[in-house]
């Protein structure tokens, strides 16, 4: 998915949108990290929305270390179920005809060094090896396809996704369309982001 988006993006939107890359030796460091905030990228390219969501773990589950406890371990799984269902969380139009063609959802770690770490970090593992509990930073990070019958309906989303987790203050979206690149806020407060006049 993050190789359609930078196709469909291209080099002008990269500098607009902020996608994260990957390190040659497989390692992601995580960028500047702010509590309540949230960075969402989208790209419409004919019946395809690409959506890229990545929100501190501190907005979605209150903490950021790893789950100790039975209740932080039962957050996490309710968290992940959550974000597994894009539609749950992002309003669109009926009109437009969206169906969810792929969900992925993951917790990415912050890292203070490198230590010779090259095992992916996902939510199925069970590897008794902890990066969070070292102090760092996590972020949960989810990845959409949505097929829609008839994106020029996409008038507006509703950000639902504010009343599913408390923690979560604002997003920036980034969305590029066939018709150029633009970057919104929408928040707790302003819930709504009007398409008008991009599709």
Do not use: W
Not at 165 to 189: C, I, P
């Amino acid at each position: 998915m993050r190789k359609h988006l930078l196709t469909t993006l291209g080099l002008a939107a990269m500098s607009l949108l902020t996608i994260p890359a990957f390190a040659e030796d497989g390692h992601r460091e995580l960028g500047p990290h702010v509590h309540g905030h949230g960075t969402l990228n989208i790209a419409i390219e004919d019946k395809r929305v690409s959506l890229e969501l990545e929100v501190p773990g501190m907005d979605i589950v209150g903490f950021e270390h790893a789950p100790s406890t039975q209740d932080q371990k039962t957050a996490v799984e309710k968290a992940k179920t959550r974000l597994e269902k894009p539609l749950g969380m992002f309003s669109l139009p009926a009109a437009a005809g969206c169906t969810v063609a792929e969900a992925k959802v993951a917790i990415e770690a912050e890292h203070g060094d490198h230590h010779g770490d090259d095992h992916k970090h996902d939510e199925k593992s069970d590897d008794d090896h902890d990066h969070e509990a070292a102090g760092g930073h996590s972020q949960f990070e989810a990845s959409y396809a949505l097929d829609c019958t008839n994106p020029s309906e996409l008038t507006t989303i509703t950000f639902d996704y504010f009343a599913l987790f408390a923690g979560a203050h604002d997003l920036t979206v980034n969305l590029a369309t066939s018709k150029g690149q633009s970057k919104y806020e929408v928040s707790r407060s302003k819930p709504t982001l009007d398409l008008g006049g991009i599709m």
